[in-house]
């Protein structure tokens, strides 16, 4: 078991993905199907962002601007919902770029508090 800062690391994952291409993570963790899509959009933007979008049981979550090839990440673990036992649940995403290929480091974290 990994925790960071009172977050269990429930999944964890590094993916290679060429820029534009949409990525599918499924899993269950404990009986909880789900999905995720990520796709990085190096050209759509004037600045790094990032915009997750829920439909159903899966989170689309679009990174735009993301093209640093000293790497891009979250500030901090961002707050994606609520387990169904009342803890928190939240994603954590580094990524680094060379030419149209990004390597992406993907946690899902469990509990917590979140800024």
């Keep these: 078991m990994i925790v960071i800062d009172n977050k269990e690391v429930v999944f964890s994952t590094t993916i290679i993905v060429a820029d534009d291409v949409e990525v599918e993570i499924s899993n269950v963790l404990a ?3 789900y999905q995720f899509r990520l796709v990085f959009k190096p050209n759509d933007g ?3 962002n990032y915009i ?3 439909t ?3 989170l689309k979550m679009e990174f735009k601007c993301w093209n ?3 790497g891009s990440s979250l500030i901090n673990p961002v707050k994606i919902g609520t387990y169904h036992d009342g803890r928190n649940l939240g994603v954590m995403v580094f ?3 060379a030419g149209n290929m990004n390597r992406v ?3 899902i974290l469990l509990g917590g508090i979140y800024a």
């Design 95 to 97: 990524q680094h770029k």
């Design 105 to 107: 480091d993907f946690q």
């Design 52 to 54: 997750f979008t829920p």
């Design 68 to 70: 640093n090839s000293l």
């Design 56 to 58: 159903g049981n899966v």
């Design 31 to 33: 009986n909880w199907p």
């Design 46 to 48: 004037i600045s790094p």
